[in-house]
């Protein structure tokens, strides 16, 4: 029997602390989806530079790569890094408990409230995460990028995004952010504490507006590139 | 008057919490409109008694929907087809004739069958127990207007009270979460100067218990508000997390002994 052997947890399971508990596994994956969905954002106006030239993209990458005397993007770095870690802890932590909640399914289990960008948060997380590497060695670091060039990274961009296959699968990545952003951006705020009447319907307007803009605005690059607007 | 109804059954029928369990098979004939679900399943057992088969075991209690005892999921949805409506409160007049329903008991590794569909909800009590409580100086009763409090308030206090303990969001919710429920426990004393001492003690005692009797975790699906048959709203969870956030970050460990007058 699961139930803890039908006694009061009490006083020495309140010790067990917060990052043990759900509730405050759910406050860290809210609390790092915020920083991953605020750095989404500000990675998706960044871009928008790519419209403005070679010149202005390049002048761009260059300024996060010397800010701060060079040390600003390894700070960026790290709180990124400790973001994904501590989030994708909390997601796989929790989704197994949540699976071991419910040993037994339903014949018949009808969802009424749920949607489909909800239930497949995990799957759309997962291929959010591959995606993450993947982008990383394409245009980071290079390893997977057909011809890569340390001092431009506008000409990785465009010729990156040639290849159809790496375009295609960019494209299936953002869907993905969508749905994981459609969900996750008001599913944060429910995590953080934060409802009241008077602004819950704001909070569905805006992750959906959020999720538009970004998403949008990140397939528009691939698109421009393959339609030769961006070369 | 309207027709009877003849309806197919498919019953999950379980001897205890250590066998198996499989779906039987059962008619219904000659069900009343005017019946409750309840009272259908007993027309139901009357002929299985007369058979000499064993008759299916479910919860009930008051059938007058206040008592939150009868459990079961009609065709997919706690508590079946109606919005806010328990089990004993549903009349067969939302079936047409012919129909076939299935009829499982609460799914959740903290609510093991008992017999087909009565399913233990000791967790509850365990998570009420934990914490759902208040200290109350006893003495004879104060006046009942000495302590001021805010429509707003004794409202919001009891809307959350109206929750019946049924276990029906846990039974909606895809990852089995108890969270409304212990939210609409937390906030109904939350909310009132009498639940105020033991307020940031309360919401970690009863989540820490929640936890240990393995339910899931609120993933925001929405399930369990559209399930409640007391309309308990998921705003609940939001303020217990708030709560939540709040005491795990100002919580002292127990100091021994008093300082005070020595
Ligand atoms: C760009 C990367 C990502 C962002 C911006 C992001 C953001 C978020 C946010 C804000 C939430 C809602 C938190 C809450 O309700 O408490 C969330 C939930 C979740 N994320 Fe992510 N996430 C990202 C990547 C991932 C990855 C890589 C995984 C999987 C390994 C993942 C899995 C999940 C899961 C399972 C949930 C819980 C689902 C739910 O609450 O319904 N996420 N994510
Ligand atoms: S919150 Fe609603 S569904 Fe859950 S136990 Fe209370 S009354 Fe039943
Ligand atoms: S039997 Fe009491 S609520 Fe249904």
Redesign the interface.
């Known amino acids: 029997?699961?139930?803890?052997e039908?006694?009061?947890?009490?006083?020495e399971?309140?010790?067990?602390g917060?990052l043990?508990?759900?509730?405050?596994?759910?406050?860290v994956m809210a609390a790092t989806g915020v920083v991953l969905f605020g750095f989404v954002t500000v990675h998706m106006l960044g871009n928008l530079t790519s419209y403005m030239g070679a010149e202005a993209m390049n002048h761009y990458a260059e300024f996060l790569h010397t800010m701060v005397h060079g040390m600003g993007i390894w700070v960026f770095r790290a709180v990124l890094l400790t973001a994904a870690g501590l989030h994708i802890w909390a997601a796989v932590t929790?989704t197994l408990?949540?699976m071991?909640?419910?040993?037994?399914?339903?014949?018949?289990?009808?969802?009424?409230?749920?949607?489909w960008s909800?239930?497949t948060?995990r799957w759309s997380g997962f291929i959010l995460a591959a995606f993450i590497v993947y982008h990383l060695l394409h245009l980071t670091t290079g390893t997977v990028h057909p011809n890569f060039n340390h001092a431009n990274p506008y000409a990785n961009f465009v010729n990156g995004f040639k290849v159809p296959a790496a375009a295609g699968f960019y494209i299936v990545a953002q869907l993905c952010l969508g749905l994981h952003m459609w969900?996750g951006v008001?599913?944060c705020?429910?995590?953080?504490?934060?409802?009241?009447?008077r602004y819950?319907s704001l909070r569905r307007t805006f992750a959906t507006g959020l999720t538009v803009l970004v998403v949008g605005v990140n397939i528009s690059y691939p698109i421009a590139v393959l339609t030769g607007f961006i070369h | 008057m309207s027709k009877d109804l003849n309806l197919t059954l498919?019953v999950w029928r379980q001897k205890n919490?250590k066998c198996d369990g499989k779906?039987v098979e059962y008619p219904a004939k000659n069900i009343s409109p005017d019946m409750s679900f309840l009272e259908m399943l007993d027309i139901v057992n009357e002929d299985l008694i007369r058979k000499g088969e064993e008759p299916i075991t479910f919860d009930h209690d008051c059938r007058e929907g206040i008592c939150g005892t009868c459990s079961m999921?009609i065709?997919?949805?706690p508590h079946g087809p109606r919005e806010r409506t328990t089990t004993c409160q549903l009349h067969m007049r939302s079936f047409k004739d012919g129909d076939s329903v299935?009829i499982?008991p609460w799914?959740?590794?903290?609510f093991?069958v008992i017999k087909d569909l009565m399913v233990d909800r000791?967790?509850f009590d365990?998570i009420i127990?934990?914490g759902g409580f208040i200290s109350v100086p006893t003495g004879s009763p104060q006046d009942a207007n000495a302590l001021p409090i805010p429509k707003e308030s004794a409202d919001l206090s009891m809307d959350a009270a109206a929750c019946i303990g049924c276990g029906a969001c846990v039974a909606a919710c895809?990852?089995?979460?108890a969270?409304l429920f212990v939210s609409a426990k937390i906030n109904h004393l939350g909310h009132l100067p009498q639940g105020q001492p033991e307020r940031y003690l309360r919401v970690?005692?009863m989540?820490?218990?929640?936890?240990?009797?393995?339910?899931?975790?609120?993933?925001?699906?929405?399930?369990c508000?559209?399930?409640c048959p007391k309309g308990i709203k998921?705003?609940n969870?939001?303020?217990?997390?708030?709560?939540?956030?709040k005491a795990?970050l100002t919580y002292r460990?127990?100091t021994t002994g008093g300082g005070g007058a020595g």
């Open positions: 029997m699961s139930v803890a039908q006694s009061i947890a009490g006083a399971a309140r010790g067990h917060f043990a508990s759900s509730v405050g596994r759910k406050v929790l408990d949540n071991a909640a419910r040993p037994t399914g339903y014949r018949a289990q009808q969802n009424v409230a749920s949607t909800s239930r948060m969900h008001w599913s705020t429910q995590s953080l504490g934060l409802a009241h009447p819950d | 498919h919490a779906f999921v065709n997919g949805r299935t499982e799914r959740a590794e903290a093991p000791g967790a365990r127990a934990a895809p990852n089995a979460s969270m970690r005692d989540i820490a218990q929640m936890d240990a009797e393995e339910f899931g975790t609120c993933t925001n699906h929405g399930e508000e559209a399930a998921m705003e969870i939001a303020r217990m997390n708030r709560d939540f956030i795990s460990p127990a």
